[in-house]
């Protein structure tokens, strides 16, 4: 049982290029999270899902988006990628609203 | 508001010694959840303990205690006996029984034990 996959681990893109991050959970987890994590700031929340077809914005939105058709699947797609997208993205996911979250391996992205 | 305060940025201690690392939390709500997580130089978040607000008993699995006091709003983390392995970041983070959305990280101290 794999828990919580990321794809890919590593990614490298140029400026104006769209990039899509997979997210996969084997828990039927109801909640998923896209975080971005950068030196200097921390954890930002960029998308959060409570349920299948149910996404809403985190703190740093601009730039992404989200889909959730299946409930094991949350795809974040960066649609014209720029320098400041570079980071580590973290794809999480919990089961209720006061269940642990548990967090996949990240990708490391990179845009030049 | 809600906030999470780790006051000690980077901490280094000689293998061996024991080592806490505070946490100070700020929430409105009565209900909430406390989190500690450990980011390996690897990158990946580990989690490692869950209390609820209405549980204050302290915490030991192994090396690793925690000692949450509603009266201080602290929930800090000892680890005895450090070792090598638990160099690592460690995030302190607070999650709110009325919201749907993120949880609060702390922004992390960074442990360096010294063989």
């Known amino acids: 049982d794999a828990g919580i996959t990321q794809s890919p681990r590593y990614k490298i893109t140029e400026t104006g290029r769209q990039v899509t991050l997979m997210c996969h959970q084997t828990w039927s987890h109801s909640y998923m999270f896209w975080y971005r994590q950068d030196l200097g700031h921390g954890l930002r929340l960029i998308y959060y899902s409570a349920a299948a077809d149910i996404t809403d914005k985190g703190e740093v939105p601009d730039g992404y988006v989200v889909s959730r058709s299946k409930t094991e699947n949350f795809p974040l797609t960066l649609e014209s990628a720029t320098r400041s997208q570079t980071s580590v993205y973290f794809c999480?996911?919990?089961?209720?609203?006061?269940?642990?979250?548990?967090f996949g391996p990240g990708t490391r992205l990179t845009v030049l | 508001a809600q906030k999470v305060t780790q006051a000690q940025t980077e901490i280094s201690v000689v293998e061996k010694e024991d080592v806490t690392l505070d946490c100070v939390y700020e929430t409105r709500d009565t209900t909430y959840y406390l989190f500690w997580y450990k980011q390996p130089p690897s990158g990946e978040l580990v989690f490692l303990i869950r209390?609820?607000?209405?549980?204050?008993q302290n915490e030991i699995s192994g090396r690793y205690s925690w000692n949450f006091q509603k009266s201080t709003s602290s929930f800090n983390f000892t680890i005895t006996a450090s070792q090598v392995v638990d160099s690592a970041v460690y995030f302190c983070a607070l999650s709110e029984a009325s919201r749907d959305d993120k949880i609060i990280f702390g922004k992390g101290t960074r442990l360096h034990i010294l063989p």
């Open positions: 209390r609820n607000s209405f549980d204050e």
């Open positions: 999480a996911s919990r089961g209720g609203r006061s269940d642990t979250q548990y």
